[in-house]
């Protein structure tokens, strides 16, 4: 620990946001990043504790405190403050495949565990690992480097987002022949056409695809295994197979008409906006998208896919902006039941509903309301919305709580444009069925416990596809432990420290 008392000598300062009226301008990322003097002051406050709770990534209640990737975070704190950014680097690389990706669009359990946000303000550990990695990258540290022997052995990804690549990126470290395939244009999955470009811009992904691609790893995108490239092909191929398609298929929304002109998944409203920025050199040319400019928007759903919905309509210009969420609103501080180290469960305000709120002078988000049915107009275009609100109450069967309607809570909204943002239920069937993998009553791919092959022989299964929808560190640690598991499959050993 090189400061004891930084945590007491220093305030906790974060990458500063740009103003939300200026940042809905464009489509850039919008956090300035402090200067490297400043960075490495915020090192010093990480007290390097006894029991690191950052870094654990233990189920408390249900909730996951701390990294699931177990980042040496008290370690790599200790080096910047010293200036030592290449050791930092490289403890931090041991760990987590991908920090370009996860200082961006993590929602920071490490910080969330911090000692220090016990009495005070947690260590900045998000914004310390975008400052390692961006400094890795400028000086060279982050450069390809070839694996020099190689076992013979292939292997195949299906699935180019955070979990397949850092199955990939594993195994070909560790000297097997990888090739990833990719349904989409590009290569990263949810990555690239699932978070939008204000919180993680695709150039960041197409560097690190590029170092891969230097690195030995193929990509084949535009090949949608299970429809233009046939299951079986692949497993006569390849001496092992890793699916890691993700939880793609969206949760619709049941009710009297959906079948209006105007409603749309979440995913493919942001997918539309993320190609036509690609594909017109960063504006949005009228006719290639699907626009909320001038709309009256509701978006179903909370979460960060609501919220990005919600932030790539303000950036569209929509004329305003509702959002439903069924449950109630969490409490805006920890309760005596939900004690540090577990996860916080508060109510948290993101940027898009910042941004809302600032053009519209109110927070777009509605609780307890959901939708009892959709209205046309005489071109089948959705024209309004009857909402109904909702209460908690105890099922005597199950003892859970439910939400019930309210009776007599009906009213309409007037609505042009409808974005569905309910989660996903799982695997696409398809997919599945191709390669004739076991599935549960939740679509997941099922595998034995803590293990991830699958009732095919040679075939195993990570990510989102195997335990459901869940965040980009995650995947990340699910792949990572996929590859472990095949390397001893095909090797009767291994010597990838994932911890």
């Known amino acids: 620990m090189g400061k004891p008392t930084g945590f007491m000598d220093y305030e906790r300062k974060d990458a500063h946001a740009e103003d939300p009226c200026s940042r809905i301008t464009h489509f850039q990322e919008f956090h300035l990043p402090l200067p490297r003097e400043e960075q490495q002051r915020q090192g010093a406050r990480c007290m390097s504790c006894g029991v690191p709770f950052c870094q654990s990534g233990q189920m408390i209640m249900g909730m996951v405190s701390g990294c699931p990737l177990h980042n040496l975070i008290p370690e790599w704190n200790d080096l910047i ?47 310390n690992e975008y400052g390692i990695i961006e400094y890795a990258y400028e000086k060279g540290y982050a450069d390809a480097k070839p694996v020099k022997v190689r076992t013979g052995k292939k292997v195949a990804v299906i699935g180019s987002g955070p979990c397949g690549l850092a199955a990939a990126d594993l195994l070909n470290r560790r000297g097997h022949s990888v090739t990833v395939f990719e349904r989409e244009d590009k290569a990263g999955g949810l990555l690239r056409y699932g978070i939008p470009n204000m919180k993680l811009e695709k150039q960041i992904i197409d560097r690190k695809i590029k170092i891969m691609e230097e690195e030995g790893i193929i990509f084949e995108t535009n090949c949608n295994i299970g429809m233009e490239k046939k299951a079986d092909s692949v497993i006569k191929e390849f001496d092992r197979v890793i699916l890691c398609c993700g939880a793609s298929k969206p949760r619709d929304i049941n009710v009297a008409g959906r079948e209006a002109k105007g409603i749309y998944f979440a995913v493919d409203f942001l997918k539309s906006t993320t190609k036509a920025l690609w594909e017109n050199d960063m504006k949005l040319k009228d006719g290639t998208y699907i626009s909320a400019k001038g709309k009256k928007v509701m978006v179903i759903g909370g979460g960060d896919t609501g919220n990005d919905c919600v932030g790539t309509s303000m950036r569209h210009g929509a004329k305003s902006v509702l959002q439903l969420e069924m449950m109630p609103k969490a409490p805006d501080e920890r309760t005596a039941m939900n004690p540090w180290p577990e996860w ?149 050993y291994t010597n990838l420290n994932i911890q």
């Not at 996860?102 to 359990?109: G, I, K, N, Q, Y």
């Open 81 to 127: 403050y010293h200036g030592n950014w290449e050791e930092a680097y490289l403890r931090l690389k041991k760990t987590n495949n991908f920090p370009e990706f996860t200082s961006r669009v993590c929602p920071a359990l490490c910080e969330a565990a911090c000692t220090c946000g016990l009495n005070g303000e947690a260590v900045s550990a998000k914004a």
């Open 344 to 492: 916080p469960g508060v109510s948290k305000t993101d940027y898009g509903q910042e941004e809302a709120a600032a053009v519209f002078g109110t927070d777009p988000r509605v609780y307890q309301t959901t939708v009892k049915e959709f209205h046309k107009d005489k071109n089948n275009n959705v024209c309004k919305a009857t909402l109904v609100k909702l209460e908690p109450k105890n099922d005597e069967k199950t003892g859970r709580v439910i939400m019930e309607e309210v009776v007599g809570s009906k009213y309409t909204v007037d609505v042009d444009l409808v974005l569905i943002a309910a989660g996903f239920l799982g695997s696409e069937a398809y997919v599945t069925e191709a390669f004739g993998v076991a599935v549960d009553t939740r679509s997941n791919v099922t595998t034995p416990e803590g293990g991830f092959n699958t009732n095919v022989e040679n075939v195993f299964t990570a990510g989102d596809m195997r335990r459901g929808q869940s965040l980009v560190v995650w995947a990340i640690r699910e792949g990572r432990e996929a590859a472990r598991e095949v390397d001893i499959s095909l090797m009767g």
